[in-house]
């Protein structure tokens, strides 16, 4: 199980993460990508950390 967080002080509302998440926990929110589903339903693919131009995201296994 894995659990994904976002630090949103970097998020510059790009959207680069939110179609490739393969189970739709992403969206822009008030131009800044926010955790929409649960967080621990991510399943530790890591797509979201290798597209995100500004480190946002951090993936902890639990």
Same mark, same amino acid.
């Given at each position: ?6 630090? %949103?002080?970097? !998020? +510059? *509302? &790009? *959207? @680069? !993460?939110? +179609?490739? /998440?393969?189970? @739709?926990?992403? =969206?822009?929110? +008030? *131009?800044? @990508? #926010?955790?929409? *589903? =649960?967080?621990? #339903? !991510?399943?530790? !693919? #890591?797509? /979201?950390?290798?597209? /995100?131009? %500004? +480190? &946002?995201?951090?993936?902890? #296994?639990?």
């Amino acid at each position: 199980m894995f659990m994904i967080t976002i630090d %949103n002080t970097n !998020c +510059d *509302g &790009c *959207g @680069a !993460c939110v +179609d490739p /998440c393969p189970v @739709a926990l992403l =969206e822009l929110v +008030d *131009g800044k @990508a #926010e955790i929409t *589903g =649960e967080a621990t #339903e !991510c399943m530790g !693919c #890591e797509t /979201c950390v290798t597209i /995100c131009p %500004n +480190d &946002c995201y951090t993936i902890q #296994e639990l």
